[in-house]
């Protein structure tokens, strides 16, 4: 089947089950604005509906995942025409926006948006050589697509304060040292072989089950932890219902591979 043609994307599927998008912005190193977020989250949302896909890998290029909103289109805005058109809402939705999982895999730079559109990824893949930060400070702004808010669930108020008021980088291996991003690899050819060998893993199972896996995790960041354990216990009687838990568990008893019916 055709892929649709973007203007700021590539869109492959370089994997069985595995959708690839590259942000493709190179001239302005992909900076965010409106046309290429628009792109992404109907490539992402293209992916979701997809039954051959079972998991995305969203990248940039080796000199840049993404260098930010695009500072160019930000410039004259007003704050009737930021608050108006709740500006950037469109493109914080990745997490909600779609139910299998996505993995980040950062070479180069990711500032500002950049940095806050990678956080939003299921798993975040990264090289020694990635370039993270919330420059936004030194703009005369704070992030916008909740970086003061991921950033510091993912590394901890004292480090993310310090960041985001210094406006300072850091690199892909902070990143991973604090918890940020899930692996490091050395070299950005790595990180993206990597990112699609766990997407191709991910994309291999039970698709529901992949889903449910991933709704239950994201819980836990808006969850206590007793709510967070009887969501999770209702997701899991749940997947009772569904043929790939029959399927699975017959499989191990019979020592086959499971043959996913993905309902
Ligand atoms: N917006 C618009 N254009 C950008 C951009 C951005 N965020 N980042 C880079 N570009 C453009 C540059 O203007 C330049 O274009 P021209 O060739 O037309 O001049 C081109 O991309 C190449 O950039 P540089 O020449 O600057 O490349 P470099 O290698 O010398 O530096 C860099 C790379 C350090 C990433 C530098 O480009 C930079 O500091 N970029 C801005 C980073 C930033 O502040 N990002 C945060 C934006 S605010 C935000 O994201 C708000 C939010 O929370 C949503």
């Given at each position: 089947p055709s892929e649709p043609q973007y203007e700021f994307l590539k869109v492959s599927t370089?994997?069985?089950?595995v959708g690839l998008i590259e942000l493709h912005r190179p001239k302005a190193l992909n900076a965010l604005f409106t046309p290429l977020i628009l792109e992404l989250n109907a490539a992402l949302r293209a992916f979701d509906k997809s039954?051959?896909?079972g998991c995305t890998v969203l990248t940039g290029s080796y000199k840049a995942f993404a260098a930010g909103a695009d500072i160019k289109e930000m410039a004259p805005k007003t704050f009737a025409e930021a608050y108006g058109s709740d500006f950037i809402e469109s493109w914080s939705g990745l997490p909600n926006l779609i139910k299998k999982p996505c993995i980040s895999a950062v070479n180069g730079h990711a500032l500002g948006g950049g940095c806050e559109l990678a956080m939003m990824a299921d798993v975040l893949y990264c090289s020694t050589a990635a370039n993270f930060g919330q420059p936004e400070i030194k703009l005369g702004i704070i992030p916008g697509a909740g970086g003061s808010q991921r950033l510091t669930r993912a590394i901890g108020k004292a480090r993310a304060m310090e960041l985001i008021l210094t406006g300072k980088n850091f690199s892909g291996q902070d990143a991973y040292d604090w918890g940020l991003a899930a692996r490091v690899f050395a070299t950005p050819e790595e990180c993206l072989t990597g990112a699609l060998d766990t997407a191709e893993t991910i994309a291999s199972y039970s698709r529901i089950a992949v889903k449910a896996a991933k709704e239950v995790v994201n819980k836990s960041q808006d969850l206590g932890i007793r709510e967070g354990v009887e969501f999770e216990r209702r997701v899991f009687h749940g997947?009772?219902?569904?043929?790939d838990q029959k399927i699975g568990m017959k499989a191990f008893a019979e020592k086959k591979k499971a043959e996913w019916v993905h309902r």
């Open positions: 370089p994997r069985p089950g039954t051959d896909i997947l009772f219902g569904s043929e």
